[in-house]
């Protein structure tokens, strides 16, 4: 039978939370003020379910599970779980600020679509049977206090109540629902129709239905209006990015990993959760989240800059317990993500606030990874700080090669590993263009601060490197290669990287012409209906289809973009970047997925175990179309 059920979460007149803003106006003040802003209301925070529906900065929760008919039970809910009896999720729009979600779950034949909509401390959540829906399935709704922050929670037999402990904030919930079981505080409701959890406001299902239907449409129109016929692009790059966010309540801080995949299975706490930060991988994040949220793209340039190691280099992976990646950094696009959002938002406290970071990391690079006036890929030891497994594959190959960003790359195999000098005895053209580009913008940055003598330190050192550069130049076959520190001689095993000197504006226009006429548009090499392969397809590696051997990813596209944003290329640069919407979409559309990786000859991400299906860097493919189109600026030097 119906029951219209009261859930206590009671509400104290209060219809917006009072943030408490830090006065003053030094960077890191406006910084700790940003944060707080973030960590506020209804938002699906929780790192380890997205079915998990937070209120900040309290911690209050409404945690929703599903039950089959023979008691067993699912309670977390991660996009592209692989696991066992895992929930299938397709996921849908999601807002930045949590005011509108959909997603849709299929576990064991039980098809649910699951909406919310968030006003203040009002949240509705709505969960609908789809029509092809098995029945018997059961909603289990149970109300938390996470994270250990000391609310009161109370039960009885109309419901429960969640506060804080001075009762300053609390909030009623009445759920709208077939009711079946009662458990303690867990309340069971059939799935065979619909659910509404009212959080903050008293509604029947219609009114919820109305409300969610409302939220919904202004939402989807307001994108729609904004982007026009890049919306489909927009809507896959935000809807990743917000899905993906959370707040890690051991930093106390709002973040964007990279998934919730990656973030719950490296450091997962039952109490707290987990994160897991890349470095590029982050960087690129934060210049997505920049076209449609300021804060959250100052959040995560913000988080990975500060994450700097005692050695002065931002890591290559930051995780939750401290662990940072001490013996190796990765590409550095640092300076490129802060430029391009500050020229976006004009605001300097934010170029201030990371300058010093960005700067010492600059210098880092030449006085640790040159060799003979070029960079290197390398791996320092260092005393052990965690323990994880990760410190121990540290000094050598593996941990110089994970530097690259490219973790299996053919190019390096066979590469001899230095001890002495803790270098890869190669010339890394990929790592030196960005170097390259990497002083240029921050010489921007400290010329937009008034940092004369660093302007001149370093354009000086941009031009050293530069004149170096042009020495892995091959006339022979127009290209650039890697190349031996030992005997000078070089490694043609390639990869987009090879392309990267376009971006610190190397080659001459009619080299860069002979770059892309015989290899990037050679079909035999790069180009065909999805674009472009991490090896070429004339390279053996290329037919392993495994990771970094053979298959598509969307920051090398993003970056060789770029550097063709650089030269006259204007029919080339389309293409690719049609290409590139095109591979984006394709799984988008049909099934609501952002791929870590794609095969390069089918476009499908899911052909292979190694490829995350919710991975937030898939969606450069859709932001290098957002910038061919004009709706994210080309040009930001």
């Known amino acids: 039978m119906k029951k219209h059920?009261?859930?206590?979460?009671?509400?104290?007149?209060?219809?917006?939370?009072?943030?408490?803003?830090?006065?003053?106006?030094?960077?890191?003040?406006?910084?700790?003020?940003?944060?707080?802003?973030?960590?506020?209301?209804?938002?699906?925070w929780d790192t380890r379910s997205v079915l998990t529906h937070v209120f900040l900065p309290y911690g209050f929760a409404v945690d929703l599970n599903m039950m089959d008919t023979d008691g067993s039970r699912v309670r977390k809910f991660r996009i592209g779980d692989r696991a066992k009896e895992a929930p299938l999720l397709q996921p849908g729009p999601h807002s930045f600020d949590g005011a509108y979600t959909k997603m849709t779950i299929d576990w064991r034949g039980y098809k649910l679509q699951v909406e919310s909509a968030a006003m203040g401390l009002k949240n509705i959540i709505l969960i609908r049977p789809l029509t092809e829906t098995k029945k018997g399935g059961r909603l289990v709704v149970i109300p938390e206090s996470l994270w250990k922050?000391?609310?009161?929670?109370?039960?009885?037999?109309?419901?429960?109540?969640?506060?804080?402990?001075?009762?300053?904030?609390?909030?009623?919930?009445y759920i709208e629902g077939e009711l079946l079981e009662k458990k303690g505080r867990e309340f069971i409701l059939s799935l065979d129709t619909p659910v509404a959890i009212c959080c903050g406001e008293n509604m029947g299902l219609?009114?919820?239905?109305?409300?969610?239907?409302?939220?919904?449409?202004?939402?989807?129109?307001s994108n729609q209006k904004q982007f026009g016929a890049n919306y489909d692009c927009y809507n896959a790059m935000q809807s990743v990015l917000a899905w993906d966010n959370i707040y890690d309540p051991g930093i106390r801080r709002v973040i964007t990993p990279v998934?919730?995949?990656?973030?719950?299975?490296?450091?997962?706490?039952?109490?707290?959760?987990?994160?897991?930060?890349?470095?590029?991988?982050?960087?690129?994040?934060?210049?997505?989240?920049?076209?449609?949220?300021?804060?959250?793209?100052?959040?995560?340039?913000?988080?990975?800059?500060?994450?700097?190691?005692?050695?002065?280099?931002?890591p290559n992976c930051f995780y939750s317990n401290n662990f940072k990646s001490r013996d190796r950094s990765q590409p550095p696009v640092g300076s490129l993500a802060v430029w391009t959002i500050y020229k976006q938002y004009q605001e300097k406290w934010f170029l201030e606030l990371l300058y010093k970071e960005l700067l010492t990391w600059n210098r880092w690079w030449s006085q640790n990874r040159e060799d003979r006036g070029l960079l290197c890929l390398g791996s320092n030891p260092y005393e052990k700080v965690t323990y994880f497994r990760s410190e121990f594959d540290t000094d050598c190959h593996y941990g110089a090669v994970l530097e690259s960003g490219l973790d299996n790359s053919p190019m390096y195999d066979g590469v001899p590993f230095n001890k002495q000098k803790h270098l890869l005895e190669q010339h890394d053209v990929g790592m030196s263009s960005l170097y390259i580009m990497d002083c240029d913008y921050l010489a921007l940055i400290a010329e937009e601060l008034g940092y004369?003598?660093?302007?001149?330190?370093?354009?000086?050192?941009?031009?050293?490197?530069?004149?170096?550069?042009?020495g892995l130049w091959d006339d022979k076959t127009g290209f650039y290669y890697n190349r031996s520190t030992r005997d000078l001689k070089f490694n043609y095993r390639t990869s987009p990287t090879c392309f990267?000197?376009?971006?610190?504006?190397?080659?001459?226009?009619?080299?860069?012409?002979?770059?892309?006429?015989?290899?990037?548009?050679?079909?035999?090499?790069?180009?065909?209906?999805y674009i472009i392969p991490s090896v070429p397809k004339n390279d053996p590696a290329f037919k392993d289809n495994e990771y970094w051997r053979g298959r598509i990813w969307a920051p090398l596209n993003f970056l060789v973009y770029l550097g063709l944003n650089n030269y006259e290329f204007p029919e080339v640069r389309h293409a690719f970047a049609e290409k590139s919407q095109k591979l984006l979409l394709k799984s988008w559309l049909s099934h609501g997925y952002v791929f870590e990786n794609y095969n390069a000859l089918t476009g499908e991400g899911d052909d292979v175990v190694r490829s995350d299906k919710f991975y937030h860097w898939?969606?450069?493919?859709?932001?290098?179309?957002?910038m061919e189109n004009g709706v994210v600026s080309k040009c930001c030097k």
């Open 259 to 314: 998934s919730r995949i990656w973030s719950s299975e490296w450091f997962a706490s039952e109490d707290f959760g987990g994160f897991t930060l890349f470095c590029w991988d982050t960087y690129f994040a934060s210049m997505m989240l920049a076209v449609g949220n300021k804060e959250l793209a100052y959040a995560n340039a913000v988080e990975i800059t500060k994450a700097i190691t005692e050695r002065g280099f931002v």
């Open 206 to 221: 219609d009114d919820a239905i109305a409300f969610i239907n409302n939220r919904a449409r202004d939402f989807i129109n």
């Open 5 to 44: 059920l009261l859930i206590g979460l009671f509400l104290v007149g209060l219809f917006i939370y009072p943030i408490k803003v830090i006065s003053g106006n030094t960077p890191e003040e406006l910084y700790e003020s940003l944060q707080k802003r973030l960590a506020s209301g209804w938002n699906t």
């Open 618 to 626: 898939g969606a450069l493919l859709g932001y290098i179309s957002l």
């Open 149 to 173: 922050r000391g609310n009161t929670l109370s039960v009885d037999s109309l419901g429960f109540t969640l506060a804080s402990r001075d009762k300053v904030v609390e909030i009623k919930t």
């Open 452 to 470: 004369k003598k660093d302007v001149t330190e370093l354009r000086k050192r941009a031009e050293y490197y530069r004149n170096n550069l042009a």
């Open 500 to 529: 990267y000197p376009l971006l610190a504006k190397v080659p001459t226009q009619s080299q860069a012409e002979r770059m892309i006429k015989e290899h990037l548009l050679d079909t035999d090499e790069f180009w065909g209906e």
